[in-house]
């Protein structure tokens, strides 16, 4: 598993929010100097392809140990497949917020095509809050869980991640509550219940309703005999 890892101060949200908040003179000249803001930026509006990552791993906040004093937010996350580029760590709103925990969602731009799921991948991303910030905590978003740390400086993991699929292929598909085949060994099962929540599975009689792109949806292609043959992020 590799980790990539970008620093998030995009000149453009840090414009839209201290112009909103007045939090600081001139975002360009923030970004240019490695300046952070005492105010979370606007939603992100950009026109990549950009999608929540799968799973937050875990939430750090790192102070520095020499003044003045600093705030780092660190996260590592992870995304469903190789590929994924430029993670970065977007504040859900404007405003500070009343409970003073900053809401925040980890995005990164996404693989155009679908992928055979071959593992998981790990990103990290990082957010500097300036000094005096009026934040108590931090809540990051992926497409499919959360992760909250109200101690500053401070360290969370989240849940650990689902089955990844890597090797679903030529195993036999058990649906959730179903029993399993008589005389099947666990490891040449997939359950439903250890798969992601947004998982796809696809039948041999079944439509497909839909086929617009999801890089979080895993699709597992069945065949007659509840086997699979095909394991895809798509």
Request: glycine letters at 6%.
């Given at each position: 598993?590799?980790?990539?890892?970008?620093?998030?101060?995009?000149?453009?949200?840090?414009?839209?929010?201290?112009?909103?908040?007045?939090l600081?003179?001139?975002?360009e000249?923030?970004?240019?100097?490695?300046?952070s803001?005492?105010?979370?930026?606007a939603?992100?509006?950009?026109?990549?392809?950009?999608?929540?990552?799968?799973?937050?791993?875990?939430?750090?906040?790192?102070?520095?140990?020499?003044?003045p004093?600093?705030?780092?937010?660190?996260?590592?996350?992870?995304?469903?497949?190789?590929?994924?580029?430029?993670?970065?760590?977007?504040?859900?709103?404007?405003a500070?917020?009343?409970?003073g925990?900053l809401?925040?969602?980890?995005?990164?731009?996404?693989?155009?095509?679908?992928?055979?799921?071959?593992?998981?991948?790990?990103?990290?991303?990082?957010f500097p809050?300036e000094?005096?910030?009026?934040f108590?905590?931090?809540?990051v978003?992926?497409?499919?869980?959360?992760?909250s740390?109200?101690?500053?400086?401070?360290?969370?993991?989240?849940k650990?991640?689902?089955?990844?699929?890597?090797?679903?292929?030529?195993?036999t598909?058990?649906?959730?509550?179903?029993?399993?085949?008589?005389g099947?060994?666990?490891?040449?099962?997939?359950?439903?219940?250890?798969?992601?929540?947004?998982?796809?599975?696809?039948?041999p009689?079944?439509?497909?309703?839909?086929?617009?792109?999801?890089?979080?949806?895993?699709?597992?292609?069945?065949?007659?005999?509840?086997?699979?043959?095909?394991?895809?992020?798509?």
């Open positions: 598993m590799t980790t990539k890892l970008l620093i998030t101060t995009p000149a453009l949200l840090l414009s839209i929010a201290l112009a909103s908040t007045g600081a003179q001139n975002a000249q923030g970004r240019d100097q490695g300046q803001v005492s105010g979370p930026p939603a992100h509006t950009s026109s990549e392809a950009s999608a929540p990552v799968l799973h937050i791993k875990s939430v750090e906040i790192i102070r520095s140990a020499h003044p004093v600093m705030d780092i937010i660190r996260v590592r996350g992870i995304v469903s497949t190789a590929g994924w580029e430029e993670a970065e760590l977007i504040p859900l709103s404007r500070v917020p009343a409970d925990i809401e925040m969602i980890m995005v990164a731009r996404a693989p155009s095509e679908a992928a055979d799921a071959k593992g998981f991948e790990e990103v990290e991303a990082i809050l000094t005096n910030h009026p108590k905590g931090v809540n978003h992926s497409a499919s869980d959360s992760v740390l109200t101690q500053l400086p401070g360290y969370a993991e989240g650990p991640s689902a089955e990844d699929c890597n090797k679903c292929v030529g195993k598909f058990v649906a959730k509550g179903a029993a399993a085949p008589a099947k060994p666990a490891a040449d099962l997939v359950r439903e219940e250890q798969l992601p929540t947004a998982t796809r599975i696809v039948r009689s079944e439509g497909i309703p839909s086929a617009d792109s999801n890089p979080n949806r895993l699709t597992l292609i069945l065949n007659k005999d509840g086997k699979i043959t095909a394991a895809v992020w798509d």
